[in-house]
């Protein structure tokens, strides 16, 4: 059985190789890491807005919400990630936190300190050019979301995260037959993508009522992936990701 560090190890190598092939000289650097793996409780937040990180974290299990409060206490959630992410990798180069980052669920997180990612970097130029295209596509998270919720109604804005959810757990090995572990409640969804409690229960049972989705309390099996495509009007270019582009240019 791996130890938690070798499992961050692989992780960590099977993510970055989603982007290019990693050479022996890659591989090796990665595997002389050296993690500190906590295990979180839900509802725990670890980064604060203005912290000054020393380490970036990697998500093992669990999910983990990028999030900003009102000085009132109201929040919204600003991205959510998954296996495999690394949520806080921009604190590399960007001194203060801007947002917080919290578990949405028991979460198991890896933190590297960001002198070894910056030895990484010096030393490996596909490393570094790979570790910057993460940051890279982390943002292109944040412009698929402004114009899924500036655009979707509620209906095909569910049916767009959730076809993004599906892509990014797929592209990390965590899809099968029967879907997808996925702990965020219907509130929770809510305020991912700016709608009502009432709103998303009655977008989820059009999207049943069309045979695309099945949902239960922290699992979701997407049955028709070419109909979600459609129905949410989803681009997958935004993952740059090796992801199923075939059933993106059927649902076209």
């Not at 299990?61 to 959510?80: C, E, F, M, N, W």
């Not at 009432?198 to 069309?210: A, D, E, K, P, W």
């Not at 922290?218 to 059933?247: A, N, P, Y």
Request: aromatic fraction near 6%; hydrophobic fraction near 40%.
């Amino acid at each position: 059985m791996k130890s938690a560090n070798d499992q961050a190890t692989a992780l960590l190598e099977f993510r970055l190789s989603a982007h290019r092939t990693l050479g022996p000289k890659e591989r090796d650097l990665i595997s002389h890491l050296s993690w500190r793996v906590e295990e979180l409780p839900a509802r725990q937040t670890f980064i604060h807005d203005g912290d000054k990180p020393a380490h970036s974290c990697l998500v093992l299990a669990g999910v983990v919400a990028r999030t900003q409060y009102t000085a009132g206490g109201q929040r919204q959630i600003l991205s959510v990630h998954i296996p495999g992410d690394m949520p806080d990798l921009q604190s590399l180069h960007i001194g203060r936190m801007d947002h917080d980052l919290e578990t949405v669920s028991a979460t198991q997180i890896a933190f590297i300190p960001h002198k070894d990612l910056n030895h990484l970097c010096a030393i490996s130029q596909t490393l570094n050019a790979t570790f910057w295209r993460e940051s890279l596509i982390d943002a292109a998270l944040h412009r698929a979301a402004i114009f899924r919720n500036a655009q979707l109604d509620a209906d095909s804005r569910l049916a767009h995260f959730l076809c993004e959810m599906h892509f990014r757990h797929k592209a990390v090995g965590l899809v099968d037959e029967e879907g997808f572990s996925f702990p965020l409640s219907q509130e929770l969804m809510g305020e991912v993508l700016g709608l009502t409690i009432v709103s998303i229960n009655r977008s989820s049972q059009t999207l049943r009522s069309l045979d695309l989705i099945r949902m239960q309390k922290g699992h979701i099996q997407v049955l028709d992936v070419d109909g979600l495509v459609r129905f949410g009007q989803f681009d997958g270019t935004f993952l740059h990701q090796r992801f199923d582009h075939e059933t993106l240019a059927r649902a076209s």
